[in-house]
């Protein structure tokens, strides 16, 4: 097991219309046209094997497009991003999960999407109810979940199909400081196994305790690459 | 997949346990009944067993138009799922298309529930059935690639787009076959696919003959040009979604 994310000249586009509402180029040929702002724009890095990157910096600033592409959520607008191994993403508080289903329901569904055949699915049903600590609410609609206990659902869900590459975007700011460890722990285990994490926030204490690097981005573009404190430093200072 | 987003979809709409089964009988059973009182008891047009002829478009049309309603809201409903994680983006029209099939199954009880009400027996011709359904899915399929389009650029003309192709109903042999009807009109509702569709039907069921070439081979072009033009257009905008849906 091991994992790669590489990137090179990476940029995406938002259009908008003329009400500023986020459009795709054919609702942009259908309505009137508005402006269009690169989220990310001319960004450059590589991950490899072993290592944990957070992503700093103001909100709007990147974060969660870049992570998106290396989802495979989005595709880059301009430039290229390459990235191997099964990626695991928890992107949103929502995770991927469908309130009117069940915790199992929820958990069935994602690892089939994610890839994993339907019986092997079934036969993680249960090591996802014991990751995930949510006991007999994962019996339940997940509309009956607070925020935690979904991050928690969902966090088990893309942890347990063998993920090389862990992507997290402020998710693990929902959760209680008892699942932030176990978080903090299955990061280093992927890692330890040649993995890698990547995760955006601004609760910079978990971030460190998963990541010895990170990169600044600012307007959509890489301010600094390099060890987290120093990086962490000169993102502060930035903000005042 | 397919299988696994449609169970979600079924549970998701259509709840849970047996009385879902009632759900989806409701409504193509209560069209049914409204028709046949409106045809019947109200326009005198009693035609050759009104009630089957009636079920034979409405049926069907049920699939269409359930397809079309699911489809405008498809995406918009895996909204969590497209933000958080790649997968094919092109079942998800797929998936409405067999969710409302599963519910297009139950109201098949209905044609039979015609037949032995006019005591139609079915003939040999019935054996075109599975061809017949399988035209009405792939037409439902390609209806349901620009509905998912239009409900994700147009969240706010879902309504008036359901309005429209309900209206397609009444533009097509629906209330009355097509034998029924003569000269300019014949003519026009001929024009509509949906009218090829519901008169196959009434041919396996009610006439008990081979459905006509055309009745086939009509709607299966026109989902094959729509299936042509927007399964490409969904291609291109599949990998935007995730800008979108928020």
């Known amino acids: 097991m091991s994992g790669f994310v590489g990137a090179q000249g990476l940029g995406v586009l938002f259009r908008f219309d003329r009400q500023r509402r986020v459009v795709t180029p054919a609702m942009a040929r259908l309505r009137r046209a508005g402006p269009t702002v690169w989220g990310l724009r001319g960004v450059d890095f590589a991950v490899g094997p072993g290592e944990g990157v ?187 | 997949m397919v299988g696994a987003l449609a169970i979600s979809d079924l549970r998701t709409r259509y709840g849970r346990g047996r009385l879902r089964s009632i759900k989806w009988l409701l409504d193509p059973y209560a069209a049914a009944g409204v028709y046949l009182i409106l045809i019947a008891f109200v326009l005198h047009r009693e035609g050759v067993a009104p009630g089957l002829s009636i079920a034979c478009a409405i049926v069907p049309f049920q699939l269409v138009m359930a397809t079309t309603i699911n489809a405008l809201t498809s995406v918009q409903l895996r909204g969590s799922i497209i933000a958080n994680m790649a997968f094919q983006r092109a079942l998800i029209p797929l998936a409405s298309t067999v969710t409302e099939s599963i519910a297009f199954a139950a109201s098949l009880t209905l044609l039979a529930l015609m037949m032995a009400v006019y005591g139609v027996a079915p003939t040999i011709a019935v054996a075109w059935l599975p061809l017949v359904l399988l035209v009405t899915f792939a037409f439902a399929l390609a209806v349901a690639f620009p509905a998912a389009l239009v409900g994700l650029w147009y969240p706010e003309l879902n309504t008036f787009i359901v309005s429209g192709v309900r209206t397609a109903f009444f533009l097509a042999a629906g209330l009355v076959a ?13 024009l509509n696919p949906l009218t090829a569709i519901f008169e196959s039907y009434r041919d396996v069921l009610l006439y008990g003959q081979s459905p006509a070439a055309w009745e086939l081979l009509y709607p299966v072009a026109f989902a094959l040009l729509l299936l042509g033009v927007f399964t490409r257009l969904y291609k291109r905008e599949e990998s935007q979604f995730a800008k979108v849906i928020e």
Not at chain 1, 69 to 81: F, K, N, T, W
Not at chain 1, 109 to 122: D, F
Not at chain 1, 156 to 161: E, I, R, S, Y
């Open chain 1, 54 to 240: 957070a992503l700093v910096g103001p909100s709007g600033s990147g974060k969660t497009s870049l992570l998106r592409l290396i989802a495979g959520v989005l595709l880059p607008d301009e430039g290229r991003i390459e990235v191997s191994g099964r990626v695991g993403s928890l992107l949103a508080v929502q995770a991927g999960l469908m309130p009117r289903l069940t915790g199992r329901e929820n958990a069935m569904l994602l690892g089939v999407l994610a890839g994993m055949s339907p019986p092997q699915t079934r036969a993680s049903l249960e090591a996802i109810k014991d990751r995930s600590g949510l006991g007999d609410a994962f019996e339940r609609a997940v509309s009956s979940y607070s925020m935690g206990m979904r991050a928690r659902l969902g966090f088990a869900v893309a942890d347990c199909h063998g993920a090389d590459v862990l992507l997290l975007d402020e998710v693990h700011e929902a959760l209680d400081h008892e699942f932030r460890e176990t978080v903090a722990e299955r990061a280093q285990a992927i890692r330890g196994r040649g993995g890698i994490v990547v995760a955006a926030g601004h609760d910079h204490p978990v971030l460190e305790g998963m990541c010895e690097r990170a990169i600044h981005l600012e307007n959509g573009a890489v301010a600094e690459d390099g060890p987290f404190e120093r990086v962490l430093e000169g993102y502060l200072r930035s903000v005042g």
């Open chain 2, 178 to 190: 097509l034998g029924q009807t003569h000269g300019g009109a014949h003519t026009l509702l001929s």
